[in-house]
């Protein structure tokens, strides 16, 4: 009993999940996004000037963006969990034995009665950082945060988001012909994608060829949809 409420306590999780998810968030929106937008730019115009411009001014907004959106999200979930958790530890002290029985209820649906149970939530009760935990856990399902910084959430995701959107840039920057450097965009954008979902596998539930190969798709499909806009638009526009 002893040694299982230690291990509940202290036993470790790696970080990297989040931040990955963090990377390819950014990283998969900045380049499915600039990549449909170059292919509807130059497929109106064959300016390279005027695609780069487009493709740039793209990569710096949506990154100013992604950052934005990581750092209100990220921020609005701290806060919730604060909130939450403050409630609870003011139920934990004002309305005691409501909460205590509130545990007790938990692990009596679990299958514990009697002494069992009783040693089992007496323990609880000894440690409130273990009680209030349980009670966020256990009763309100929200697992600890394991240190959220928004702004750290903004950086990571802004950067990654610039990463991403150079990628498609980079045929045109060295002045590929414009229909070479469409294809070679698609291509190395597909590339890049399946990478990134063959190291999301690692950390995540499926075989990394289907998860990069799913990755890829979904981004292509997306920068699909941004090229017939921009084509669209660019046609109607001429």
């Known amino acids: 009993m002893k040694h299982a409420f230690r ?24 380049m499915v996004n600039v990549l449909g937008l170059i292919l509807g730019v130059a497929s109106a115009t064959a300016d390279l000037r005027l695609i780069l411009i487009s493709g740039l001014a793209a990569t710096f907004a949506e990154s100013v963006s992604m950052a934005a959106v990581a750092y209100t999200s990220t921020k609005a979930e701290v806060d919730y969990y604060k909130k939450i958790e403050a409630q609870e530890k003011w139920e934990m002290k004002n309305k005691t034995e409501a909460e205590k029985e509130e545990i007790r209820d938990i692990y009596r649906k ?43 959430s903004a950086l990571i995701v802004g950067v990654s988001a610039i990463i991403g959107s150079v990628i498609p ?12 450097a469409m294809v070679s ?5 597909a590339i890049a994608l399946f990478i990134a979902g063959a190291i999301e596998s690692r950390y995540t539930i499926g075989n990394w060829k289907k998860k990069g190969a799913e990755l890829a798709l979904i981004g292509m499909g997306a920068a699909v949809v941004g090229f017939l806009i921009g084509k669209l638009l660019g046609s109607a526009a001429i």
């Open 7 to 30: 291990a509940f306590r202290s036993e470790p999780h790696s970080r990297a999940g989040g931040k990955l998810y963090e990377v390819i968030l950014g990283g998969q929106d900045g």
């Open 110 to 152: 679990k299958g514990f009665s009697g002494k069992l149970l009783n040693a089992v939530a007496n323990k609880i009760f000894s440690n409130k950082k273990i009680w209030l935990q349980d009670m966020m856990v256990q009763e309100l399902n929200l697992p600890p945060l394991q240190k959220k910084n928004p702004l750290s």
């Open 169 to 180: 840039l980079i045929p045109f920057v060295l002045g590929i012909p414009i229909a070479g």
């Open 185 to 189: 965009a698609v291509i190395i954008s």
